[in-house]
């Protein structure tokens, strides 16, 4: 019997071009100079990015072309597989076809070095020799570190305190990589010692790590800032994901009727899902998308849209975006990745379109799924991919329940083998479930930007 079906393209399959969704949205927020309140300009851009990512971040072009070295790079693990999960809808005893994306299989582990080789592509060739970057989970700083020592780059990894130490053999493949990897907040900035006077035992957050990132390039002109995730930029070139999906259930003969992403700031979600969305855009067929983002940190369940730093520093231009508020600490949790303030404009954008539904989850929930997909499909998801997981599995009980088909495809955006202990906890019964803190979104609202301050969030 066969338990699984993989449908694999070949390396020149791979796409020649990054998909923006930009160029397809009916309506696009604005970002804007908080000094200024005018709209950002590339200029604005340049003391943290260089010119062709700034260039890349402002674009409304629908297709970016793909530079060859950079497609090389990708045919290591692109394109990478999409799978029918036929033992785990035997398990959930569902009419609905389950298929998964599987992004694991990078040399970093995740989906995160299909933007960390472009942007430390491109920097190298406008002459950068250091790149600074926060991480929260550790799987973009695993990939931005892999890429630095592809092209002979140096970085530095702010690393969410919470997430530092509860993830060390993160942290030691970033130096093994070549990387230096810092717990945030740090002595190193002015943001990050501002913390560390508030609260010597701070856990940190992927607000403050990107405060002191953009700290640190905004004060030295050979270093740069790259972004994991939430910046247009990184969304396009996530877009590889989607667009070999799109020709992967087309070797399936099927098309899902519902895509589901794990949402943290956005990288992964709209990498999967901007693809689908564009061809809907554009006359073809309509596809639900469902974000599913942690209950303990529900921006788009919970956040409101409006303008707000991307870091708690304030050196980010000012995002329209769903906020819980740059000032917000979200709760110790595991799934560190998907533990941001604020969501991709353009995600927010797409929310307020109709276009994706949010809805959140609970940790316990979602590494219950995580450990039922395990037994049945092999793989040990990261802990952020046990919220699509989970996702999945409630449109696979829906269909159950109505008693009709549906085809369903989610995002299995990483491995979970350095979040064992997270597992050892879960399958110990001590795993804490997150908790919303209602007080501290509340207090962190009342100090967004001056250019907007949103009606406070129901407890």
Same mark, same amino acid.
């Given at each position: 019997?066969?338990e699984?079906?993989?449908?694999?393209?070949?390396d020149?399959?791979?796409?020649?071009?990054?998909?923006?969704?930009? @160029?397809?949205?009916?309506?696009?927020?604005?970002?804007?100079?908080?000094?200024?309140?005018?709209?950002?300009?590339?200029?604005?851009?340049l003391?943290?990015?260089c010119?062709?990512i700034?260039?890349? $971040?402002?674009?409304?072009?629908?297709?970016?072309?793909?530079p060859?070295?950079?497609r090389q790079?990708?045919?290591?693990w692109?394109p990478?597989?999409?799978?029918?999960?036929?033992?785990?809808?035997? #398990?959930?005893?569902?009419?609905?076809?389950?298929?998964?994306?599987?992004?694991?299989?990078?040399?970093?582990?995740?989906?995160?070095?299909?933007?960390?080789?472009?942007?430390?592509?491109?920097?190298?060739?406008?002459?950068?020799?250091?790149?600074?970057?926060?991480?929260g989970?550790?799987?973009?700083?695993?990939?931005?570190s892999?890429?630095?020592?592809?092209?002979?780059?140096?970085?530095?990894?702010?690393?969410?305190?919470?997430?530092?130490?509860?993830?060390?053999?993160?942290?030691?493949?970033?130096?093994?990589?070549? #990387?230096?990897?810092?717990?945030?907040?740090?002595?190193?900035?002015?943001?990050?010692?501002?913390?560390?006077a508030?609260?010597?035992?701070?856990?940190?957050?992927?607000?403050?790590?990107?405060?002191?990132?953009? $700290?640190?390039?905004?004060?030295?002109?050979?270093?740069?800032?790259a972004?994991?995730?939430?910046?247009?930029?990184?969304?396009?070139?996530?877009?590889v994901?989607?667009?070999?999906?799109?020709?992967?259930m087309?070797?399936?003969?099927?098309?899902?009727?519902?895509?589901?992403?794990?949402?943290?700031?956005?990288?992964?979600?709209g990498?999967?899902?901007?693809?689908?969305?564009?061809?809907q855009?554009?006359g073809?067929?309509?596809?639900r998308?469902?974000?599913?983002?942690?209950?303990?940190?529900?921006?788009?369940?919970?956040?409101?849209?409006?303008?707000?730093?991307?870091?708690?520093?304030?050196?980010?231009?000012?995002?329209?975006?769903h906020?819980?508020?740059?000032?917000?600490?979200?709760?110790?949790?595991?799934?560190?990745?998907?533990?941001?303030?604020?969501?991709?404009?353009?995600?927010?954008? @797409?929310?307020?379109?109709?276009?994706?539904?949010?809805?959140?989850?609970?940790?316990?929930?979602?590494?219950?799924?995580?450990?039922?997909?395990?037994?049945?499909?092999?793989?040990?998801?990261?802990? $952020?991919?046990?919220?699509?997981?989970?996702?999945?599995?409630?449109? @696979?009980?829906?269909?159950?329940?109505?008693?009709?088909?549906?085809?369903?495809l989610?995002?299995?955006?990483?491995?979970?083998?350095?979040?064992?202990?997270?597992?050892?906890?879960?399958?110990?019964?001590?795993?804490?479930?997150?908790?919303?803190?209602?007080?501290?979104?509340?207090? @962190?609202?009342?100090?967004?930007?001056?250019? $907007?301050?949103?009606?406070?969030?129901d407890?």
């Open positions: 019997m066969i699984r079906t993989k449908y694999l393209l070949a020149e399959d791979t796409p020649t071009a990054w998909y923006n969704l930009a @160029a397809d949205l009916p309506e696009l927020a604005p970002k804007r100079n908080p000094g200024t309140g005018a709209d950002i300009t590339v200029d604005d851009l003391p943290f990015v010119r062709d700034a260039e890349q $971040e402002l674009s409304t072009e629908r297709y970016v072309e793909i060859d070295e950079v790079i990708y045919t290591q692109r990478s597989p999409l799978v029918r999960a036929r033992r785990l809808e035997r #398990a959930l005893d569902t009419p609905a076809r389950i298929y998964y994306k599987y992004e694991g299989g990078s040399p970093a582990g995740s989906h995160k070095p299909n933007t960390a080789i472009p942007q430390v592509y491109y920097n190298k060739a406008a002459g950068i020799t250091q790149l600074v970057t926060e991480t989970a550790g799987q973009w700083g695993s990939s931005l892999f890429a630095g020592a592809y092209f002979g780059v140096d970085v530095r990894v702010y690393m969410v305190r919470a997430s530092f130490h509860q993830k060390p053999y993160r942290r030691l493949l970033m130096e093994t990589y070549g #990387a230096t990897c810092v717990p945030s907040p740090s002595e190193d900035t002015e943001t990050g010692r501002k913390r560390l508030e609260r010597a035992e701070h856990p940190g957050s992927l607000g403050i790590a990107t405060g002191e990132a953009m $700290e640190i390039a905004f004060h030295n002109p050979h270093v740069n800032y972004g994991g995730s939430v910046l247009n930029h990184v969304l396009l070139h996530q877009s994901i989607g667009q070999e999906a799109l020709a992967q087309a070797l399936a003969d099927d098309y899902p009727d519902v895509v589901v992403g794990c949402a943290g700031g956005g990288s992964n979600l990498g999967l899902t901007f693809p689908f969305i564009g061809e855009l554009r073809g067929r309509r596809v998308v469902v974000a599913a983002e942690p209950a303990a940190c529900p921006t788009l369940t919970r956040g409101r849209l409006a303008f707000d730093f991307g870091d708690s520093g304030g050196f980010s231009p000012l995002f329209r975006m906020t819980l508020g740059n000032d917000f600490v979200p709760p110790s949790m595991h799934a560190g990745g998907l533990r941001y303030h604020g969501m991709s404009p353009l995600v927010s954008s @797409a929310v307020e379109a109709g276009l994706i539904e949010p809805v959140a989850l609970r940790q316990r929930a979602c590494f219950e799924a995580g450990i039922l997909f395990a037994r049945n499909e092999g793989i040990v998801p990261a802990p $952020e991919s046990t919220h699509a997981i989970r996702g999945a599995i409630a449109e @696979a009980l829906a269909a159950k329940e109505e008693g009709r088909p549906r085809t369903i989610f995002g299995l955006s990483g491995h979970g083998h350095f979040d064992l202990a997270a597992y050892e906890q879960a399958l110990a019964g001590t795993l804490e479930d997150d908790i919303y803190d209602a007080a501290g979104v509340e207090a @962190a609202l009342t100090n967004l930007p001056a250019q $907007e301050r949103p009606a406070l969030l407890a």
